[in-house]
């Protein structure tokens, strides 16, 4: 064994061990990755959420907050001084067009009625025209009918002359108005006093509300790129069936049971009045009375909660964060098995150069012998010398060989092979190849048992590369039969998988190739363990330009092997078409 092979083999020894500890490293170090991802997703998701959660309640709080802001405006634009004879109608009309003015929602107000206060008349009310006069009315409308009630009762109730507000509560969310009661100069003892009381009744335009208003406010807060994000729905404070709005048709108050956020609206909220306005008595009284909220703004994700949102969206970056992770991992294996395949083929190499170089030193020290014993005249028998001739031209024949076989796997490995197409008989490739191989038999002391159809057809195939094919599984089988055994080469014509063809089979008794062996056995310069361990020698290359050859010309090899029962190796060619054959 040679200083190189032992050095290769110790290198190989320590370079395995250090490989498998490179993959187990790589491999802990991916699965600790993976569950720190694992928790820092987590982590995330819980930031995520809170931080979803948060923007959700203050969107749902400005939502309520936007509306409730209207209505404090409208209520402090009518908010007007008056005197013992009431709000004028041109005071009121020049409210409105103020109101109107400032305002981004013009037609939120659908009416405006005025309602007095007589003595002996009673209640009156008043409709401001579109002329901006103030137009008697003998009946009440029909959705302010429960407010005259209210009104009545209110001021019938004792002792009134003590309080400061006096007839319904400023917001009416039925109807839905707001009523703006006019400031007192002063309090009296009796009733008699109240005769200048009125209230401006301000409806609201229910159908822009439900129609215009909400929807833009739910697009405005609860929008994302894909569109509205949320469903959105306005109850009943009290009575939470009783649903108001909704921000689609399909939905019903049991989709809003378990909601995500909520706020109240429909009220009046301090900071919407300025702190100069709280001297007023009337408008301090109504800030205490209306501060609770008579509609509920409920929220929930379109997904079905804010919690399934945030889970989804923790699944999917779990997916695309292990899915890079399992990118890495086949990367990396990828790299490991490319580097493995890299590492197996130097060493095929370094088995090659090895082999190729043992096997250049027995013919040419063979020759080199013979010729000094020639040049020293050491053999004077006309015989011996004949002898000794043969023998040089025998080893320069395998020197040959073996140089023609590296430059047959150079030109074929870089893509400059070319074959000369021509129908050949393949008896006649047989009979050249065991020509070529008898002194490889006689020193082997091996049988050959020949069995070659002679009406084989021809075949069409670059005569020189496939009989160097034929005595390269010669050559083999030899080499690793035993002294006394026999090889059976056989040529016959049978059915294949593109039609019918031609089979040269060659079967030895030798020991067999390893099943570990078998599907490498045509990878150039792979050598079995079984053949290194009994140092035959050799390239490696034959078989992987065997399969390269034969392949080329359509057909290709098989091989049938058991450890102990021999090796049979068979190649499949292509019959010549009939038109080839006659041409011929």
Same mark, same amino acid.
């Given at each position: 064994?040679? =200083?190189?092979?032992?050095?290769?083999?110790?290198?190989? $020894?320590?370079?395995?061990?250090?490989?498998?500890?490179?993959?187990?490293?790589?491999?802990?170090? *991916?699965?600790?990755?993976?569950?720190?991802?694992?928790?820092?997703?987590?982590?995330?998701?819980?930031?995520?959420?809170?931080?979803?959660?948060?923007?959700?309640? /203050?969107?749902?709080? $400005?939502?309520?907050?936007?509306?409730?802001?209207? %209505?404090?405006?409208?209520?402090?634009?009518?908010?007007?001084?008056?005197?013992?004879?009431?709000?004028?109608?041109?005071?009121?009309?020049?409210?409105?067009?103020?109101?109107?003015?400032?305002?981004?929602?013009?037609?939120?107000?659908?009416?405006?009625?005025?309602?007095?206060?007589?003595?002996?008349?009673?209640?009156?009310?008043?409709?401001?025209?579109?002329?901006?006069?103030?137009?008697?009315?003998?009946?009440?409308? +029909?959705?302010?009918?429960?407010?005259?009630?209210?009104?009545?009762?209110?001021?019938?109730?004792?002792?009134?002359?003590?309080?400061?507000?006096?007839?319904?509560?400023? %917001?009416?969310?039925?109807?839905?108005?707001?009523?703006?009661?006019?400031?007192?100069?002063?309090?009296?003892?009796?009733?008699?006093?109240?005769?200048?009381?009125?209230?401006?009744?301000?409806?609201?335009?229910?159908?822009?509300?439900?129609?215009?208003?909400?929807?833009?406010?739910?697009?405005?807060?609860?929008?994302?790129?894909?569109?509205?994000?949320?469903?959105?729905?306005?109850?009943?404070?009290?009575?939470?069936?009783? %649903?108001?709005?909704?921000?689609?048709?399909? *939905?019903?108050?049991?989709?809003?049971?378990?909601?995500?956020?909520?706020?109240?609206?429909?009220?009046?909220?301090?900071? =919407?009045?300025?702190?100069?306005?709280?001297?007023?008595?009337?408008?301090? =009284?109504?800030?205490?009375?209306?501060?609770?909220?008579?509609?509920?703004?409920?929220?929930?994700?379109?997904?079905?909660?804010?919690?399934?949102?945030?889970?989804?969206?923790?699944?999917?970056? &779990?997916?695309?964060?292990?899915?890079?992770?399992?990118? &890495?991992?086949?990367?990396?294996?990828?790299?490991?098995?490319?580097?493995?395949?890299?590492?197996? &083929?130097?060493?095929?190499?370094?088995?090659?150069?090895?082999?190729?170089?043992?096997?250049?030193?027995?013919?040419?020290?063979?020759?080199?012998?013979?010729?000094?014993?020639?040049?020293?005249?050491?053999?004077?028998?006309? +015989?011996?010398?004949?002898?000794?001739?043969?023998?040089?031209?025998?080893?320069?024949?395998?020197?040959?060989?073996?140089?023609?076989?590296?430059?047959?796997?150079?030109?074929?490995? /870089?893509?400059?092979?070319?074959?000369?197409?021509?129908?050949?008989?393949?008896?006649?490739?047989?009979?050249?190849? &065991?020509?070529?191989?008898?002194?490889?038999?006689?020193?082997?002391?091996?049988?050959?048992?020949?069995?070659?159809?002679?009406?084989?057809? %021809?075949?069409?195939?670059?005569?020189?590369?496939?009989?160097?094919?034929?005595?390269?599984?010669?050559?083999?089988?030899?080499?690793?039969?035993?002294?006394?055994?026999?090889?059976?080469?056989?040529?016959?014509?049978?059915?294949?998988?593109?039609?019918?063809?031609?089979?040269?089979?060659?079967?030895?008794?030798?020991?067999?190739?390893?099943?570990?062996?078998?599907?490498?056995?045509?990878?150039?310069?792979?050598?079995? $363990?079984?053949?290194?361990?009994?140092?035959?020698?050799? /390239?490696?290359?034959?078989?992987?330009?065997?399969?390269?050859?034969?392949?080329?010309?359509?057909?290709?090899?098989?091989?049938?092997?058991?450890?102990?029962?021999?090796?049979?190796?068979?190649?499949?060619?292509?019959?010549?078409?009939?038109?080839?054959?006659?041409?011929?």
């Amino acid at each position: 064994m040679t =200083d190189a092979r032992i050095a290769h083999m110790s290198y190989s $020894r320590l370079a395995r061990p250090a490989s498998l500890l490179v993959v187990g490293l790589l491999a802990a170090l *991916l699965v600790l990755v993976a569950v720190y991802q694992y928790n820092l997703l987590g982590e995330l998701s819980d930031a995520v959420r809170e931080r979803m959660q948060a923007n959700l309640r /203050s969107a749902t709080f $400005r939502f309520a907050q936007e509306f409730d802001g209207e %209505l404090a405006h409208i209520y402090r634009t009518f908010q007007v001084e008056s005197g013992e004879e009431g709000t004028p109608a041109g005071q009121i009309a020049l409210q409105y067009a103020s109101w109107a003015n400032e305002t981004q929602l013009p037609e939120l107000i659908s009416n405006i009625y005025w309602v007095t206060h007589d003595e002996r008349e009673g209640l009156e009310l008043s409709k401001l025209n579109t002329s901006g006069e103030l137009v008697g009315l003998d009946e009440w409308p +029909g959705k302010l009918e429960y407010l005259r009630r209210d009104f009545n009762h209110s001021l019938r109730r004792s002792p009134a002359q003590h309080e400061t507000t006096v007839g319904p509560s400023a %917001l009416q969310p039925d109807v839905p108005a707001v009523i703006v009661q006019q400031s007192l100069l002063r309090q009296s003892s009796s009733l008699d006093r109240y005769r200048a009381i009125s209230w401006i009744v301000v409806v609201l335009n229910r159908e822009m509300l439900l129609q215009e208003i909400f929807p833009a406010l739910s697009n405005e807060y609860f929008s994302g790129d894909g569109g509205l994000e949320f469903n959105v729905a306005i109850v009943d404070a009290e009575h939470r069936d009783d %649903l108001i709005y909704r921000s689609s048709p399909n *939905l019903s108050v049991g989709d809003f049971e378990n909601h995500d956020a909520e706020n109240g609206t429909f009220r009046f909220r301090y900071w =919407d009045f300025p702190s100069r306005t709280w001297r007023n008595r009337v408008i301090w =009284d109504v800030l205490e009375e209306e501060v609770e909220p008579r509609w509920m703004v409920l929220v929930k994700h379109r997904s079905g909660s804010l919690e399934a949102a945030v889970a989804r969206v923790r699944n999917r970056n &779990l997916v695309i964060s292990f899915g890079a992770l399992l990118l &890495l991992a086949g990367s990396v294996l990828m790299i490991i098995v490319s580097t493995r395949r890299a590492q197996r &083929l130097a060493n095929q190499q370094m088995e090659f150069v090895a082999g190729v170089s043992h096997e250049l030193r027995t013919p040419l020290a063979v020759i080199r012998s013979a010729g000094e014993n020639l040049a020293d005249a050491v053999i004077e028998d006309p +015989g011996r010398t004949r002898t000794y001739g043969e023998v040089i031209s025998e080893e320069g024949r395998r020197l040959s060989d073996m140089v023609e076989r590296i430059l047959l796997f150079s030109r074929i490995q /870089s893509g400059h092979q070319s074959y000369k197409l021509e129908p050949v008989r393949i008896a006649e490739l047989v009979d050249e190849a &065991l020509d070529a191989s008898r002194s490889l038999i006689q020193q082997n002391d091996v049988e050959i048992r020949l069995q070659v159809s002679e009406d084989l057809p %021809l075949t069409m195939v670059d005569a020189g590369a496939v009989r160097s094919a034929i005595q390269n599984l010669i050559s083999n089988a030899i080499k690793y039969s035993t002294a006394g055994s026999s090889v059976e080469i056989e040529a016959r014509e049978a059915p294949g998988k593109a039609g019918t063809e031609i089979q040269v089979a060659v079967r030895d008794e030798g020991e067999g190739i390893l099943a570990a062996d078998l599907r490498h056995i045509f990878d150039p310069f792979y050598r079995g $363990r079984g053949v290194r361990d009994a140092q035959v020698q050799g /390239s490696g290359l034959g078989l992987s330009l065997v399969r390269q050859v034969i392949e080329a010309h359509g057909g290709r090899v098989s091989v049938d092997s058991s450890p102990g029962k021999g090796s049979t190796f068979i190649l499949h060619l292509p019959v010549t078409p009939p038109a080839a054959e006659n041409a011929d």
